[in-house]
């Protein structure tokens, strides 16, 4: 959802996906590295209606383990990183705007939780917090994007 800091109120969540390509390789046994390419569709209701944008997002996590996970056995894991966020299309009520006028373009932010990893399928639960505001023209004040997010992944 979209966050407006000085608005009275916390704008109400809509359908949101992600998908893309994630890699993943082991530093250490408890340390993994986690690089992901993702498509993102977003999105609000606000007072002009929904808002919806699309996105490219490169992102980088680092997922510390809190077990010794051993062969067929789930591993636990803390996961923490960053995206950034390149919004290339956005629709308000169903019409197309202009990014280039009413929001930027990027979006630089961080991502926090926790998950499951088993085999060759791996889900977490966390929190996408943008680091900067959305729109450039200041109506509703300062607009950030953030949410909560479920992950599902299957690696080949």
């Known amino acids: 959802y979209h966050y407006f800091k000085e608005a009275f109120y916390d704008s109400k969540s809509v359908f949101a996906v992600e998908t893309g390509i994630v890699a993943q390789a082991r ?3 408890g340390i993994w590295f986690q690089p992901a390419v993702t498509w993102e569709l977003s999105g609000s209701n606000t007072d002009a209606g929904i808002l919806r944008m699309q996105s490219l997002n490169p992102q980088a996590a680092l997922l510390f ?3 010794k996970p ?3 056995y789930p591993a636990i894991y803390l996961i923490t990183g960053g995206f ?3 919004n290339f299309a956005a629709t308000e009520s169903g019409s ?3 990014l280039t006028t009413k929001y930027y373009k990027t979006e630089p932010g961080i991502k926090f939780g926790f998950g499951l990893q088993s085999r060759n399928l791996q889900m977490d639960f966390g929190y996408k917090y943008g ?3 959305v729109n450039k023209i200041e109506t509703d004040g300062d607009v950030f ?3 909560s997010y479920f ?3 299957r690696f080949f």
Do not use: A, Q, V
């Open 27 to 29: 530093i250490t046994k």
């Open 70 to 72: 051993e062969p067929g």
């Open 84 to 86: 950034y966020r390149f």
């Open 145 to 147: 994007t953030r949410g």
């Open 131 to 133: 680091l900067t505001k």
């Open 65 to 67: 383990t809190l077990n």
């Open 96 to 98: 197309s705007i202009d």
């Open 151 to 153: 992950s599902w992944t």
